[in-house]
């Protein structure tokens, strides 16, 4: 049986609040789009006592045997909603790790989706959302790749024939821990996002919201705090913010000319530093 290939886009935080915290988790409220930028998943199934995982590519170490993919298949496995079949799984990562650019939740996401699509698996919505709530908090947003807001109660609005725009991102040699960046935080918001509309996707309106966890990343890494001037300052973008919990920067542009003349001068600036022109999708 041949590979199916499938591809899992990265996602940016356009803005976040944290609202809350529960016993387990902190409450968020997110504005969310996809980038053209994405990871290539190729699924087979095949005879065999087991699933075989395999990531490979420039961001594919450290990705340990429990991972955002093994998980949803325990899952799956232990609801008995896959059975007797078993699948090989090829993930080539091209998306950065411990980026905030949800590589790993987003991957899940679109395996999930195939299977569904594919009628490997059935089940209901309210199933679905369970699932991707076990695996991780923001799996759920890639179930379905395009524009959207996530309000406190978790509730997903997606949006569709939005405006698009372009991305530079940008992302040092070093990571950060989710976890430990939501420890730091001492203070709730309160809601901005209860009633979603496509306005949120303008860039003129997203520039005056922000990331709330962005000022715990940049006290704690203050060279960010120096990439992030010098795309401001520099490269001249509507507005630049962090997605995520970090550690990766987002210059937006509403244009591919002025997007790809930053990306030339930031690689002259940052040798050293991975970074990617992309699109909206």
């Not at 980026?99 to 059935?122: D, E, Q, T, V």
């Not at 089940?123 to 524009?147: A, M, Q």
């Not at 940049?218 to 997605?243: A, G, Q």
Request: hydrophobic share 35%.
């Amino acid at each position: 049986m041949k590979f199916k290939k499938i591809k899992s886009y990265a996602k940016i935080n356009l803005a976040l609040n944290v609202t809350g915290k529960t016993s387990l988790l902190h409450k968020i409220e997110t504005i969310v789009a996809f980038v053209s930028l994405h990871d290539e998943i190729f699924i087979k199934k095949i005879r065999s006592k087991r699933h075989i995982i395999y990531f490979y590519g420039r961001f594919s170490k450290k990705i340990g045997k429990k991972n955002t993919v093994s998980d949803l298949l325990k899952i799956l496995e232990k609801e008995k909603i896959i059975k007797e079949e078993k699948f090989y799984i090829k993930i080539k990562k091209k998306i950065p790790h411990k980026a905030g650019l949800g590589g790993g939740s987003m991957n899940a996401a679109s395996i999930l989706r195939y299977f569904i699509k594919k009628k490997n698996i059935k089940i209901s919505g309210k199933k679905i959302k369970e699932i991707c709530r076990l695996i991780g908090s923001d799996v759920i947003l890639g179930y379905n790749s395009t524009f959207s807001v996530l309000s406190k109660k978790m509730e997903v609005r997606h949006f569709s024939n939005c405006e698009k725009f372009y991305t530079l991102i940008v992302k040092p040699k070093f990571g950060c821990s989710t976890k430990d960046i939501f420890k730091q935080v001492d203070k709730f918001n309160r809601p901005r996002f209860n009633k979603p509309n496509k306005k949120m996707f303008n860039l003129d309106y997203l520039k005056n919201l922000n990331n709330q966890l962005e000022q715990i990343v940049l006290f704690k890494y203050p060279i960010l705090r120096s990439i992030k001037s010098y795309l401001e300052n520099i490269l001249d973008p509507v507005f630049v913010r962090m997605t995520g919990s970090g550690s990766a920067l987002v210059a937006y542009f509403p244009s591919k000319k002025r997007c790809e003349n930053a990306k030339k001068k930031f690689h002259k600036k940052y040798k050293n530093y991975w970074c990617i022109a992309s699109k909206t999708i």
